[in-house]
T-cell receptor, first 112, second 116 residues
């Protein structure tokens, strides 16, 4: 398996623009997680899905953030409109029940 | 509430030295999992180990070893004979048992620099 695949690896966008981050989990994993990493807050969970259904989105910072998982092999995290404080590395991870999480390479987002 | 504390922000050692990274956790759960992840300069997060709270046996994997002490709520990580390639940020993390293995509470990380 190729592991968790995220795209793009780097994204630079202007404030106010919509940003969409993409994730393909490991085949057979039924949990998918979105994390954000910043210097100030470290690694924090934004939202996670089980069998494509959002279970806990309490970590999503604002209504500007939304996530979807239309099928077992694809998820998106969207920010609209983006702001400079959204600049961070966004990680997607997947796991099976009670296994460790496998992380993607991350997407480094810069909002100018 | 669950919490993971890595008090050492940065550690610098010379190659071949042994180094221990500290991790202290807080949880009201009686069963839980503890993890260590490595984040090299390239940025990805690499899984190193998972430990169930019922299993307090220490573990050794090559130059890596882990000491889990429930009595002190600590899960420390030791690298023996460190190498330059060990330079990375290391994260300790906690999750509930019976929980999704990826719902993690991370510590702030310890940046390890191994100099030749």
């Amino acid at each position: 398996d190729a592991g968790v695949i995220q795209s793009p690896r780097h994204e630079v966008t202007e404030m106010g623009q919509e940003v969409t981050l993409r994730c393909k989990p490991i085949s057979g994993h039924d949990y998918l997680f979105w994390y954000r990493q910043t210097m100030m807050r470290g690694l924090e969970l934004l939202i996670y899905f089980n069998n494509n259904v959002p279970i806990d989105d309490s970590g999503m910072p604002e209504d500007r953030f939304s996530a979807k998982m239309p099928n077992a092999s694809f998820s998106t995290l969207k920010i609209q409109p983006s702001e400079p404080r959204d600049s961070a590395v966004y990680f997607c991870a997947s796991s099976s029940y009670r296994t460790e999480a496998f992380f993607g390479q991350g997407t480094r987002l810069t909002v100018v | 509430a669950q919490k993971v504390t890595q008090a050492q922000t940065e550690i610098s050692v010379v190659e071949k030295e042994d180094v221990t990274l500290d991790c202290v956790y807080e949880t009201r759960d009686t069963t839980y999992y503890l993890f260590w992840y490595k984040q090299p300069p390239s940025g990805e997060l690499v899984f190193l180990i998972r430990r169930n709270s019922f299993d307090e046996q220490n573990e050794i994997s090559g130059r890596y070893s882990w000491n889990f002490q429930k009595s002190t709520s600590s899960f420390n990580f030791t690298i023996t004979a460190s190498q330059v390639v060990d330079s990375a940020v290391y994260f300790c993390a906690l999750s509930e048992v019976g929980n999704q293995g990826g719902k993690l509470i991370f510590g702030q990380g310890t940046e390890l620099s191994v100099k030749p």
